[in-house]
């Protein structure tokens, strides 16, 4: 079993910088990829980065590869996501998730990435005012 919580979200004005974060509990957060995921009201969840076990390699969503940026600390537990130049629409929930599956992946060359990943946090409020 993996528990996964994220923070740092908020309300953040355009152009502004965030940095949610993701800690996990349970089994041991270096062997599996973890990623970060997005739903806003209507719409699915979109997949927007993940990191594979170690963080040496990283997948973005082609529109999320110029402002966000993913990484890992194992030592720590914790997936983080950084947003810079935020717009209001990258307003939405952001939901970190873990796939423990040992295999490779390449989550963007995938229909439906969010169905690799077992684990998923509660999500949290990222709202950008412009």
């Known amino acids: 079993q993996v528990h996964l919580v994220e923070s740092g979200g908020g309300m953040v004005q355009a152009g502004g910088s965030l940095r949610l974060s993701c800690e996990a509990s349970?089994?041991?957060?270096?062997?599996?990829?973890m990623g970060w995921f997005r739903q806003t009201p209507g719409k699915e969840r979109e997949f927007v980065a993940a990191?594979?076990?170690?963080?040496?390699?990283?997948y973005y969503a082609a529109p999320m590869k110029v402002r966000f940026t993913i990484d890992r600390d194992n030592a720590k537990n914790t997936l983080y996501l950084q947003i810079n130049s935020l717009k209001p629409e990258d307003t939405a929930v952001y939901f970190c998730?873990?796939?423990?599956?040992?295999?490779?992946?390449?989550?963007?060359?995938?229909?439906?990435?969010?169905?690799?990943?077992?684990?998923w946090g509660q999500g949290i409020q990222v709202t950008v005012s412009s």
């Open positions: 998730a873990a796939d423990t599956n040992p295999y490779y992946v390449n989550y963007t060359t995938l229909n439906d990435p969010q169905s690799e990943f077992e684990y």
């Open positions: 349970g089994r041991t957060s270096s062997w599996y990829s």
């Open positions: 990191a594979s076990y170690s963080g040496a390699t990283t």
